[in-house]
């Protein structure tokens, strides 16, 4: 398997690509910002190899990365669940948004404490008006930059084979 800066690198390399051809697709370089940035994101921080501690997106996560224990210990590295195109993403998203729903309830049970919890309701009043469109293009950025990270996977691995 290609070493935590092969991807990277290829990381780095997509991101214009993909808001390139995004932003021509669309006509829009607001959409290539949002294709690219989150084709950033899911190669620097919602990599597949979050099924291992030996991962630099696994580290980048900092003092949260203790969120990502329970998924590494459920799904082995390089299985199915965490490198499958489609279904890895689908399922990090999932157990991301677990955790952004307990941090939310969290931080709702304080607000309530402290009477602020008309803010909250508010902020979430806010993000019921976002066009869902926004959603897709960073779900497409997103299984993007995973394809490309279980292609060089599967590359790499194919030519360390051949070269034996
Ligand atoms: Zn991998």
């Known amino acids: ?25 669309t006509r829009d370089w607001r959409w290539g910002v949002i294709a690219s940035s989150s084709f950033g994101i899911g190669g620097f921080l919602l990599s597949p190899d979050l099924d291992t501690p030996l991962s630099l997106p696994y580290y980048r996560w900092g003092w949260l990365r203790g ?10 590295h390089r299985s199915f669940w965490t490198h499958g195109p ?24 304080v607000a309530s404490c402290t009477g602020q919890l008309p803010l ?23 299984e993007l930059s995973a394809l490309l990270h279980v292609t060089s996977d599967f590359v ?9």
């Open 1 to 25: 398997m290609p070493s935590g800066r092969t991807h990277d690198r290829l990381t780095w390399i997509g991101m214009p690509l993909v808001g390139f051809t995004a932003s021509a697709l």
């Open 67 to 76: 969120i990502w224990l329970p998924y590494q210990k459920t799904f082995s």
């Open 86 to 109: 489609m279904v890895g993403t689908t399922i990090r998203l999932l157990y991301l948004s677990l955790w952004l729903g307990l941090g939310l309830g969290f931080v709702a049970g």
């Open 120 to 142: 909250i309701q508010e902020w979430l009043r806010r993000w019921q008006g976002i066009n869902w469109r926004w959603g897709v293009a960073i779900a497409l950025g997103l």
């Open 156 to 164: 790499v691995s194919q030519w360390r084979r051949w070269r034996r």
